[in-house]
């Protein structure tokens, strides 16, 4: 081998010798990687060494925070409970007062609820009598030493051939009508206190009305029938308009049929209103009456057998919105006319805005009933009442004999 060559081969093999591991790359780099591990390992150590104490502490206080708000709460809690009960406690009780009240209230008012039963008589295709009745509630609105005057519905004892009265002590009595009337369909019915027994006389007792105030949406109530007696409070009070009048309704949620009769009372025991089917209007399912404060002169002329005037008009108030609106004058607008009234023999027509009566303002239904009741059958009455004619309303007065209610 010549000296060229093996300068060539000395060379090949300086360039293929390996690296020390020492001076490789990837030792190099894991070196570094492990000194950089270290290094953290130490900062975080000292780093750790350091918080430890604090965190501790703060551990601790926070640890002695929560238990004493924890107590805190418990005890708040604890407090809070013990007054919700006493309030559902005391608000037990006085429910239970009022139910209590309720009931000794209906307790005593049952001795001036009766019975009114129709009985008619009739032969059929064999020329046997049968008989078929029919039974309302009533409540004694007076007694005396002659006779006891009963308020009930006329519809069921009209037409009948007698009428039979049940007391609350089972006692059975002939009944007479006194006085009916035909628009809101009561009656009052006597029984003449010689029918009675001295024991039936001094156990039944005339109903106490109430005299004065105002009964309120969610005052509470009680339903008296006979056969049963239900707690309600009343849900509404809406006017219920009937032939020359208008009169304010008490509905109530207790369940029941108006055609049975009888009376709304309130914590008092006073009668605050009168059930009907004919002063009903609404859910057929619930209770409603009519005010007796609201009918008090009607009732006082069927027991004292007053004749009551007699005009025929059914009526509403035009509110300022509606006669703003409409371009109307305040007053009752004419709603329905009674067929054969004098109302409607003298032509008063329906949309007719009456104003005045006997140059006496009228601005609402009630100003027209007390205008109203202090005439008497046969007298005259002056009507002031605008019609529309084309797009305006003309004024017209007329004069009406009136007719007995």
Do not use: H
Not at 277 to 300: A, Y
Not at 358 to 363: G, L, N, R, Y
Not at 371 to 378: A, E, N, Q, T, V
Not at 384 to 398: A, G, H, S
Request: net charge negative; proline share 2%; with cysteine.
């Amino acid at each position: 081998m010549s000296e060229d060559e093996k300068k060539k081969d000395v060379f090949i093999q300086e360039q293929i010798r390996k690296k020390p591991f020492y001076r490789r790359k990837c030792f190099q780099r894991t070196v570094r990687g492990t000194v950089a591990i270290v290094l953290l390992g130490v900062s975080a150590g000292g780093t750790f060494a350091f918080v430890q104490p604090l965190a501790l502490q703060y551990r601790k206080e926070k640890d002695k925070m929560v238990v004493v708000s924890s107590e805190t709460e418990r005890e708040t809690a604890a407090a809070e409970k013990v007054t919700e009960t006493a309030a559902r406690e005391e608000d037990l009780s006085n429910y239970e007062q009022v139910y209590i009240k309720m009931a000794a209230a209906a307790d005593e008012t049952k001795k001036s609820i009766v019975t009114l039963t129709g009985v008619t008589s009739e032969l059929d295709l064999f020329n046997d009598i049968r008989e078929s009745s029919r039974s309302v509630a009533g409540v004694i609105i007076s007694k005396t030493d002659k006779d006891l005057l009963i308020l009930t519905e006329k519809d069921t004892i009209d037409d009948t051939d007698s009428i039979k009265v049940t007391f609350e002590d089972g006692t059975l009595a002939d009944g007479w009508i006194q006085d009916s009337d035909e628009i809101s369909d009561l009656a009052v019915v006597k029984v003449f206190s010689k029918d009675l027994s001295e024991e039936t006389t001094a156990y039944v007792e005339a109903a106490n009305f109430v005299d004065s105030g105002e009964t309120k949406i969610g005052d509470p109530i009680i339903a008296l029938s006979v056969g049963y007696v239900s707690f309600g409070m009343v849900t509404s009070q809406p006017y219920l308009s009937l032939c020359d009048g208008s009169y304010r309704r008490i509905n109530t949620d207790i369940i029941g049929k108006n055609e049975d009769g009888g009376v709304l009372i309130n914590l008092e025991g006073q009668i605050i209103g009168v059930l009907g089917p004919d002063i009903k209007e609404g859910d057929s399912s619930t209770l409603n009456g009519v005010e007796i404060l609201e009918i008090g002169n009607l009732v006082n002329a069927l027991a004292n057998k007053t004749t009551l005037p007699y005009l025929g008009i059914t009526g509403k108030n035009v509110t300022d919105a509606l006669a703003k609106e409409l371009g109307m004058p305040k007053g009752i607008i004419v709603m329905q006319t009674e067929e054969g009234s004098p109302a409607m023999k003298n032509g008063i027509q329906p949309t007719d805005v009456i104003t005045a009566l006997d140059d006496s303002s009228v601005e609402s239904v009630q100003d027209y009933m007390n205008i109203l009741r202090k005439k008497k059958p046969g007298d005259t009455i002056s009507v002031n009442l605008w019609r529309k004619w084309k797009n305006d309303y003309k004024e017209t007065k007329i004069t009406i004999t009136l007719a007995k209610r």
